[in-house]
C-alpha cells in the first residue's frame, strides 16, 4: 500500500508563488503526477515526472510558470507554482502509479492523496 499526502496550498494574489509538496510513504512510485479540479470542472492534468526527474510533462496552461520536481531520498514530489493566476484557483491533487505510465490522463494512476486547496485572488 502507497499514502500520499499533499501540502502547501493556500491563500495567495495574482502574482504570487506558492510551492506544493507531495509525500510519498507505503511504497515506491515510478509515475508521479499532478492534477488540480476547480468546482464544476472536470479533474485536469497540470505535470508529471518520472522515477529519475529526467523526463517530465506539463499541460499547455501551466508551462513556463510551474516546475514539477522530486526527491527520491525525501520520497516528495514539488510543485513549484509561480505567477499564479486566479484560473489556477482549485484542489490540486498528487497522483502515483508503481509503473511507467502514460502520464496525463486521471485513469493511468492508481494511488492519489486528499488534496490542497490553492486560492488565487485578483
Known amino acids: 500500500q502507497g499514502q500520499l499526502v499533499e501540502s502547501g496550498g493556500g491563500l495567495v494574489q495574482a502574482g504570487d508563488s506558492l510551492r506544493l509538496s507531495c509525500a510519498v510513504s507505503?511504497?515506491?512510485?515510478?509515475?508521479m503526477g499532478w492534477f488540480r479540479q476547480a468546482p464544476g470542472k472536470v479533474r485536469e492534468f497540470v505535470s508529471a515526472?518520472?522515477?529519475?526527474?529526467?523526463?517530465?510533462y506539463y499541460g499547455d496552461s501551466v508551462k513556463g510558470r510551474f516546475t514539477i520536481s522530486r526527491d527520491n531520498t525525501k520520497n516528495t514530489v514539488y510543485l513549484q507554482m509561480n505567477s499564479l493566476q486566479p484560473e489556477d484557483t482549485a484542489v490540486y491533487y498528487c497522483?502515483?502509479?508503481?509503473?511507467?505510465?502514460?502520464?496525463?490522463?486521471?485513469?493511468?494512476?492508481?494511488?492519489w492523496g486528499q488534496g490542497t486547496q490553492v486560492t488565487v485572488s485578483s
Open positions: 515526472i518520472n522515477w529519475t526527474g529526467g523526463i517530465k
Open positions: 507505503g511504497s515506491t512510485f515510478s509515475s
Open positions: 497522483a502515483a502509479d508503481r509503473k511507467v505510465v502514460p502520464p496525463t490522463t486521471t485513469s493511468s494512476y492508481a494511488y
